[in-house]
């Protein structure tokens, strides 16, 4: 899955129309009304914020004053068609006094779109898991050195009665993940979910 990394921004300027998009990772509506409602502070004289954006499967888009599907209909067809998710793209217009008609309007909004998302770091991200796990002070060395020269990411480790690892595998590597630790630990050590998504 792409999504994206750091924010991209874009200005255009067509017959004395400005428009000002802006592109950001958005995981979720909260952070999506969130980012509207910086757009409107950032832009309080705009004469409309249009905006578009998903992530997962749920889809959301607005002509933000413009007349209807001049707007958010053209920016997140600009979205779907890069494949990107997760993401929030907001274009403030400030009108200036000519009329663009529907055809230059849609082409302005996801030309704004296209150049924000342009502008932005584009990540992929790929599904995974987060396990956390337990061995003894005698395994963590020769566990540290496996998991050093490994797809597998370290995130934490903490030292109390044993040692508590938590650690982040990519799905592809999953079932190479719990073969080795089984064969480093002669099974008898067995990984915990404690996280799923796409990192």
Not at 47 to 66: C, L, N, P, Q, R
Not at 140 to 158: C, M, R, Y
Not at 164 to 174: C, K, P, R, S
């Amino acid at each position: 899955m792409k999504t994206v990394g750091t924010p991209g921004q874009s200005y255009i300027e067509i017959k004395n129309s400005k428009f000002h998009g802006f592109a950001v990772h958005a995981a979720d509506e909260t952070v999506a009304q969130a980012e509207i409602g910086a757009a409107k502070q950032r832009h309080p004289g705009a004469s409309a914020h249009a905006y578009a954006y998903t992530y997962d499967d749920y889809v959301k888009f607005h002509d933000g004053g413009e007349p209807g599907g001049t707007a958010g209909l053209p920016m997140m067809e600009i979205i779907k068609k890069q494949g990107i998710s997760n993401v929030i793209c907001i274009v403030s217009r400030y009108y200036g006094g000519t009329h663009l008609g529907a055809g230059g309007l849609a082409r302005a909004f996801g030309l704004a779109c296209a150049a924000a998302l342009g502008n932005a770091e584009i990540k992929t991200l790929k599904q995974a898991r987060e396990y956390w796990f337990s061995v003894g002070y005698t395994l963590h060395g020769k566990i540290e050195h496996w998991l050093a020269n490994s797809p597998f990411v370290l995130l934490d480790t903490q030292f109390s009665a044993g040692v508590d690892l938590h650690v982040l595998v990519f799905a592809t590597d999953d079932d190479g993940f719990k073969q080795q630790l089984s064969e480093i630990t002669s099974g008898s050590v067995v990984p915990v979910i404690i996280g799923e998504g796409h990192y």
